[in-house]
């Protein structure tokens, strides 16, 4: 049977208000994975250069791609001369080097390789320009009115941007529905190449943030430093995205800002229909408590209802990290 998903703002006593939650990026939003609900927001929707967190949407496609059968992660893709002439975070791949999906994925994810991105962009489409276009048309049904992507890769280009809101709409959109792209959003360390060709994650938080699932950074000098950070805590998971950070280490810390929040704030709990969410006790009111309801949403996938309340001894404690 198809059930109802809610996310309910837990009582105000209960949480740390929305006005001392402070970030420094100029624009940042915090959104729960499995409903899509924004648990916090800082000018969500200007358009804003993303840099290589552009690549949510290239590995997106790729995933996609794989999953209806169209690519397999041991297919070769050999790389052209505009491919390897990418520059910037790169594996230095030569034109007509061939590697595997699996190793290509894994570079863009691990070490954000424009030239890796750009060598599955082509095999994808033909062509980087084709593929494009399918990142424009794909960003259109997810919903993403503040995005346009002129590359696959993220370097400067004149009109491609995007917003915050937009890039975790995209990043719920990998996160939830292909959940095999942790095999590499995880990695912290690994190799390419037969052990050549050393990889170390630009998402420090894949290392220093517990429960860290991903997902993707990116700086450039005009886009700042970027980021899309997910993370896990007793079966929730948290999106969230930072744009223009003044330094890279800031990025790091405004994200886990946010999500310290979100995990010390909201929980998933599981509920049927049936089963009644616990009074909520009210202070200097006509009645001792209240007795809260879900409100009613349809949603696309067929979890539970859920309920954001969580006692302040348990809030203290996540907070305590």
Same mark, same amino acid.
């Given at each position: 049977m =198809? +059930? /109802? /998903?809610t996310l309910l703002c837990a009582l105000l006593l209960l949480t740390l208000p929305a006005q001392a939650l402070e970030v420094e990026a100029p624009s940042a939003v915090l959104m729960e994975r499995d409903t899509g609900t924004v648990l916090f927001e800082k000018d969500a929707h200007t358009p804003r250069e993303p840099a290589s967190v552009t690549k949510v949407m290239t590995l997106l496609l790729v995933m996609e791609a794989i999953d209806s059968g169209q690519l397999r992660w041991d297919d070769l893709v050999t790389g052209s001369a505009h491919a390897a002439s990418m520059g910037g975070s790169q594996i230095w791949l030569k034109e007509g080097e061939a590697l595997s999906v699996a190793d290509m994925v894994k570079a863009v994810c691990v070490v954000s390789a424009n030239d890796c991105a750009v060598a599955l962009a082509e095999h994808l489409s033909g062509s980087e320009e084709a593929f494009v276009e399918r990142m424009n048309a794909r960003a259109q049904e997810l919903g993403m009115e503040d995005t346009h992507f002129v590359n696959a890769c993220g370097l400067p280009a004149e009109g491609h941007v995007t917003s915050a809101y937009d890039i975790a709409l995209m990043s719920r959109e990998l996160v939830l529905h292909h959940p095999d792209i942790r095999q590499y959003t995880t990695l912290w360390m690994d190799t390419l190449r037969d052990g050549q060709s050393s990889l170390v994650n *630009?998402? =420090? /938080?894949? +290392?220093?943030y517990p429960g860290c699932t991903g997902l993707k950074t990116g700086s450039t000098s005009t886009a700042g430093y970027c980021l899309s950070a997910t993370a896990e805590k007793d079966g929730m998971e948290l999106i969230a995205v930072i744009l223009k950070g003044t330094t890279s280490a800031q990025r790091f810390e405004d994200a886990k800002t946010l999500l310290n929040h979100g995990f010390a704030t909201y929980t998933l709990c599981p509920l049927s229909p049936a089963h009644a969410l616990p009074p909520i006790p009210v202070t200097l009111g006509e009645r001792q408590t209240v007795q809260p309801r879900p409100r009613q949403r349809t949603w696309s996938s067929p979890w539970t209802c859920r309920s954001a309340w969580r006692p302040?001894? #348990? +809030? #203290? *404690? #996540?907070w305590g990290r």
């Amino acid at each position: 049977m =198809k +059930r /109802l /998903l809610t996310l309910l703002c837990a009582l105000l006593l209960l949480t740390l208000p929305a006005q001392a939650l402070e970030v420094e990026a100029p624009s940042a939003v915090l959104m729960e994975r499995d409903t899509g609900t924004v648990l916090f927001e800082k000018d969500a929707h200007t358009p804003r250069e993303p840099a290589s967190v552009t690549k949510v949407m290239t590995l997106l496609l790729v995933m996609e791609a794989i999953d209806s059968g169209q690519l397999r992660w041991d297919d070769l893709v050999t790389g052209s001369a505009h491919a390897a002439s990418m520059g910037g975070s790169q594996i230095w791949l030569k034109e007509g080097e061939a590697l595997s999906v699996a190793d290509m994925v894994k570079a863009v994810c691990v070490v954000s390789a424009n030239d890796c991105a750009v060598a599955l962009a082509e095999h994808l489409s033909g062509s980087e320009e084709a593929f494009v276009e399918r990142m424009n048309a794909r960003a259109q049904e997810l919903g993403m009115e503040d995005t346009h992507f002129v590359n696959a890769c993220g370097l400067p280009a004149e009109g491609h941007v995007t917003s915050a809101y937009d890039i975790a709409l995209m990043s719920r959109e990998l996160v939830l529905h292909h959940p095999d792209i942790r095999q590499y959003t995880t990695l912290w360390m690994d190799t390419l190449r037969d052990g050549q060709s050393s990889l170390v994650n *630009t998402n =420090k /938080l894949v +290392r220093f943030y517990p429960g860290c699932t991903g997902l993707k950074t990116g700086s450039t000098s005009t886009a700042g430093y970027c980021l899309s950070a997910t993370a896990e805590k007793d079966g929730m998971e948290l999106i969230a995205v930072i744009l223009k950070g003044t330094t890279s280490a800031q990025r790091f810390e405004d994200a886990k800002t946010l999500l310290n929040h979100g995990f010390a704030t909201y929980t998933l709990c599981p509920l049927s229909p049936a089963h009644a969410l616990p009074p909520i006790p009210v202070t200097l009111g006509e009645r001792q408590t209240v007795q809260p309801r879900p409100r009613q949403r349809t949603w696309s996938s067929p979890w539970t209802c859920r309920s954001a309340w969580r006692p302040r001894s #348990a +809030r #203290a *404690t #996540a907070w305590g990290r």
